[in-house]
Protein backbone atom coordinates (compact mmCIF):
# COMPACT_ATOMS: atom_id res chain seq x y z
CA UNK A 1 0.00 0.00 0.00
CA UNK A 2 1.49 3.50 -0.87
CA UNK A 3 1.15 6.37 1.73
CA UNK A 4 0.79 9.79 1.36
CA UNK A 5 4.69 11.06 2.33
CA UNK A 6 4.75 15.34 3.65
CA UNK A 7 7.74 17.41 5.07
CA UNK A 8 8.18 18.05 7.86
CA UNK A 9 10.62 21.30 8.30
CA UNK A 10 12.54 21.57 11.45
CA UNK A 11 15.52 22.85 12.92
CA UNK A 12 17.82 21.14 10.90
CA UNK A 13 16.04 21.17 7.82
CA UNK A 14 13.40 19.39 5.90
CA UNK A 15 12.22 16.07 6.78
CA UNK A 16 9.86 13.81 5.09
CA UNK A 17 8.03 11.46 7.00
CA UNK A 18 4.74 8.89 5.15
CA UNK A 19 1.69 9.14 7.11
CA UNK A 20 0.60 5.95 8.14
CA UNK A 21 -2.66 7.20 9.62
CA UNK A 22 -4.81 10.39 11.50
CA UNK A 23 -6.88 10.18 13.76
CA UNK A 24 -9.04 12.79 15.60
CA UNK A 25 -8.91 12.78 19.80
CA UNK A 26 -11.00 15.01 21.71
CA UNK A 27 -10.59 17.69 18.91
CA UNK A 28 -7.15 17.39 18.01
CA UNK A 29 -5.50 15.59 15.19
CA UNK A 30 -3.03 12.95 15.40
CA UNK A 31 -0.89 11.53 12.78
CA UNK A 32 1.21 8.27 12.95
CA UNK A 33 4.56 8.62 10.79
CA UNK A 34 7.73 7.17 9.88
CA UNK A 35 10.80 7.82 8.26
CA UNK A 36 10.09 4.98 5.70
CA UNK A 37 7.50 2.88 4.25
CA UNK A 38 9.47 -0.19 5.85
CA UNK A 39 7.28 -2.10 8.20
CA UNK A 40 10.29 -2.51 10.70
CA UNK A 41 10.67 1.51 10.50
CA UNK A 42 10.22 3.24 13.53
CA UNK A 43 7.09 5.30 13.94
CA UNK A 44 5.97 8.60 15.62
CA UNK A 45 2.99 10.27 16.97
CA UNK A 46 2.69 14.00 16.32
CA UNK A 47 0.31 16.25 17.46
CA UNK A 48 -1.17 19.27 15.49
CA UNK A 49 -0.77 22.00 17.48
CA UNK A 50 -2.03 24.71 14.70
CA UNK A 51 -4.17 27.07 15.24
CA UNK A 52 -7.56 27.23 12.74
CA UNK A 53 -6.95 30.17 11.29
CA UNK A 54 -3.35 28.62 10.14
CA UNK A 55 -3.26 27.64 6.33
CA UNK A 56 -0.56 24.91 7.53
CA UNK A 57 -0.87 22.47 9.90
CA UNK A 58 1.71 22.33 12.35
CA UNK A 59 2.69 19.33 14.74
CA UNK A 60 4.95 18.23 17.54
CA UNK A 61 6.31 14.94 18.84
CA UNK A 62 3.65 13.58 21.62
CA UNK A 63 6.10 12.96 23.83
CA UNK A 64 3.87 12.65 27.62
CA UNK A 65 3.99 8.39 27.81
CA UNK A 66 0.15 7.87 28.76
CA UNK A 67 -1.44 10.06 26.00
CA UNK A 68 1.49 7.95 23.84
CA UNK A 69 0.34 4.56 25.06
CA UNK A 70 -3.25 5.85 24.60
CA UNK A 71 -2.64 6.84 21.11
CA UNK A 72 -0.55 3.67 20.24
CA UNK A 73 -3.20 1.53 21.18
CA UNK A 74 -5.91 3.24 18.95
CA UNK A 75 -3.28 3.53 15.90
CA UNK A 76 -2.93 -0.20 16.34
CA UNK A 77 -7.02 -0.93 16.56
CA UNK A 78 -7.17 1.40 13.03
CA UNK A 79 -4.39 0.08 11.49
CA UNK A 80 -5.80 -3.40 12.19
CA UNK A 81 -9.43 -2.27 10.90
CA UNK A 82 -8.01 -1.34 7.82
CA UNK A 83 -5.51 -4.50 7.07
CA UNK A 84 -2.59 -2.88 7.28
Known amino acids: MAFEQIAFQTDEGEVLFYVLSEARVGGVNYIL??????????CYIMKDTSGAEEKEAVYEMVEDEAQLDALLKLFQELLDDSGE
Open 33 to 42: VAESDDEDAE
